[in-house]
């Protein structure tokens, strides 16, 4: 197993104490004692998490250590990490009373992943090629994924994080559309190029 492998397996693992970790915070709120230890403790392994996708990446591209198996863990590193985020941070209370993940943007990042897998399956069903690539438009969905979540964990903004994740909304939809558009075009090129059966 390769250096840039092992890194994303250790972000992988860092996931559930980041879970933990502010589930440990949230019920010391619930209690009236808020733990800033465990708040920051919490903050410090998600952006350690985070940042171990730009390392990795990096030595994977410049000491030559890109391996079948960095590139099945890698990408499901990374989805771990942001959906666990997400998930874990609209069940609870991250301070004040509703200082959240809406419910509502929640859903939407797990319709938009499960559609984009959907149609991955699908094309793999009619044996067509598919080459995970990611649009800019996803580039952009999970920057301003991590943006959201940062507003509230974080909490420097006195602002509701409503508005962070209607933006989030905004690019999660754009780039569900986006990916769905490319699938359906590989779908229709796909039937195009298929040979007639004789009569």
């Not at 909490?155 to 569900?176: D, E, H, K, N, Q």
Request: hydrophobic share 55%; glycine share 8%; proline share 5%.
């Amino acid at each position: 197993m390769t250096v840039a492998s092992k890194i994303s397996l250790g972000r992988l693992l860092m996931v559930p104490v980041f879970a933990v970790l502010a589930i440990y915070y949230a019920h010391s709120i619930r209690e009236g004692m808020p733990s800033e230890l465990l708040r920051y403790s919490a903050l410090v392994v998600f952006v350690l998490a985070a940042a171990s996708d730009a390392v990795d990446g990096f030595i994977a591209k410049h000491f030559n250590q890109c391996s079948e198996f960095g590139a099945f863990i890698d990408p499901i590193a990374d989805k771990t990490l942001l959906l666990t985020g997400i998930i874990t941070l609209s069940l609870i209370d991250w301070g004040s009373t509703g200082w959240r993940i809406p419910l509502w943007f929640t859903a939407l990042v797990i319709v938009r992943d499960c559609v984009i897998l959907g149609g991955i399956g699908i094309l793999w069903l009619y044996k067509i090629e598919v080459k995970i690539k990611p649009h800019w438009s996803g580039k952009v969905c999970t920057f301003t994924q991590m943006f959201a979540l940062g507003w509230v964990m974080l909490r420097i903004m006195p602002f509701s994080p409503l508005y962070a994740c209607a933006l989030a909304g905004l690019f999660t939809v754009w780039s569900g559309v986006a990916y769905f558009t490319q699938g359906l075009r590989l779908l229709q090129a796909a039937d195009v190029h298929k040979p007639e059966s004789p009569p």
